[in-house]
């Protein structure tokens, strides 16, 4: 009896131990695990030319033979040096092309130094083809060494930046033709509204006026008319929000990961959406215990809904929605270019005010298993309208690979001018959407003609015409 009990109690300690195990285990994973959200300045800037090779990061490992120290070294690399990022603690640093001089404190009799830099070459295998110690005079104390090869040898490629992650994002996991919404839908007739981004556009970005409810919007002439029914694409210029601006960072960072385009992309770890929210400097925020999602629709019920809150809680919701945008910002590093993985930037440790949940099922959402790089061929595209045929109102759609002056005409089947939407308008690059409605019109086939002309350096012009069908 007293066997089976010290069985049992070696057991009991054992599985004690285990248990104690598991959970080191699952907190320090969870102490690594790092997310990515994005700030709206960065999803403003234009597109890095990321994935190109910029040059090589090598290393090399020197030995002092003397039996005495060494205070300097002359090296003859086989590739240009583009940039010095280790100089193995020499303080004094010459660079001549594929020449470097390093002097400084003594490297003694055995001892090593590791020299890392960055080469103009593209190609791995750059060595030194030469290479001796100096004194502290500078005067050479070794043979000449011949051919060392490198430590380590990786290439360095330009790294992403907001702009193409926003491009990617719309292009690759915002479905269409229900977009990424920003309110919530409600009946035209009530009066609300709500806002359906459909395609990358930067001049969504940033948003700098004052929290707020979607009351108004900006028309083409200066005019102020109330924000009413689904506005597509809907630009800072028409509705400058920062609230909005806010939601939409936040609601792409949270498609992002979903679609394992950043970091955690593990399904066993918490998605950012379901991060749960909980600031311990408040205890009356009324976002307390909601997950990243539920404040997302809880802001949009916000922006639909004006009346329904006070001035007070837009400034809240916005400063809410800000904390969690900058909680977890860092530089953008690509883990993967194709397909596209962008590393998470901080650790849900670092973050006070928000916590990892257990039990929820991952969300996924798919995507194809597309190359950043593949998204830098910018083109002037102008898209078949939809719906085509269409009653009373159409989606026209085109794409800009500059900044340009736009005018977009609408023409009957004589050639009659019937509408102009843009007249030498100024549009960002990248993809506009604009609608046009046509119940002052009669059926029939119309056409649509777009101009636009570059401002860059290299401006240029582009033109095309699209045939719609308007049935009533």
């Not at 020197?62 to 005495?68: K, L, W």
């Not at 977890?328 to 005010?353: D, K, M, R, W």
């Not at 083109?379 to 078949?384: G, K, P, T």
Request: charged residues 15%.
């Amino acid at each position: 009896m007293r066997h089976a009990n010290n069985s049992r109690g070696i057991l009991g300690r054992f599985v004690l131990l285990l248990v104690a195990l598991t959970l080191c285990i699952v907190a320090l994973s969870s102490a690594q695990t790092k997310y990515r959200t994005f700030l709206q300045d960065d999803l403003a800037q234009k597109k890095a030319k990321a994935g190109k090779i910029l040059g090589s990061r090598v290393s090399f490992t020197f030995v002092n033979p003397r039996f005495g120290p060494v205070y300097g070294m002359h090296a003859i690399f086989s590739a240009p040096v583009l940039a010095i990022e280790d100089s193995g603690h020499f303080t004094k640093v010459t660079i001549n092309k594929m020449v470097a001089d390093l002097m400084g404190p003594g490297v003694n009799s055995g001892d090593s130094i590791t020299f890392t830099a960055v080469f103009d070459t593209k190609k791995p295998g750059t060595q030194v083809n030469f290479w001796w110690w100096t004194d502290a005079a500078g005067v050479r104390r070794t043979n000449t060494g011949i051919k060392l090869q490198s430590t380590s040898d990786a290439q360095v490629f330009i790294q992403p930046n907001g702009g193409n992650v926003l491009l990617y994002i719309y292009k690759n996991l915002v479905i269409r033709p229900v977009g990424l919404t920003l309110g919530l839908p409600t009946d035209k007739d009530q009066g609300f509204g709500m806002i359906r981004d459909l395609a990358y556009t930067k001049s969504e970005f940033p948003q700098t006026g004052a929290p707020r409810c979607f009351d108004h919007i900006v028309a083409s002439s200066g005019e102020m008319k109330p924000f009413i029914g689904v506005k597509k694409n809907l630009t800072a210029k028409k509705h400058n929000n920062h609230l909005e601006g806010e939601l939409h960072a936040l609601k792409l960072a949270v498609l992002a990961n979903d679609g394992s385009v950043t970091e955690p992309t593990d399904p066993a770890e918490s998605r950012l959406g379901d991060l749960l929210y909980s600031n311990p400097s408040d205890g009356s925020d009324p976002n307390n215990g909601l997950t990243i999602r539920q404040i997302a629709l809880r802001s949009d019920s916000m922006l639909t809904f004006c009346g329904q809150y006070s001035p007070t809680a837009y400034v809240n919701q916005d400063q809410t929605l800000s904390m969690i945008n900058q909680a977890f910002n860092g530089p953008y590093e690509a883990v993967s270019f194709e397909p596209f993985v962008l590393a998470g930037a901080q650790p849900i440790t670092a973050v006070p005010f928000l916590h990892t949940t257990i039990g929820l099922p991952p969300v996924t959402v798919p995507r194809n298993q597309a190359s950043v790089i593949d998204e830098m061929a910018a083109q002037f595209e102008v898209r078949q309208n939809y719906p085509n045929p269409f009653n009373p109102t159409t989606t026209l759609e085109f794409s800009l690979p500059e900044a340009s002056l736009v005018t977009l005409k609408v023409y009957n089947m004589l050639g009659q001018e019937v509408a102009t939407l843009y007249s030498n308008e100024s549009l960002d690059e990248g993809e506009q959407s604009v609608e046009f409605n046509a119940s002052a019109l009669t059926s029939g086939i119309y056409f649509y003609k777009i101009s636009a002309q570059g401002v860059g350096d290299q401006s240029s012009f582009y033109q095309q015409t699209r045939r719609m069908m308007l049935l009533k």
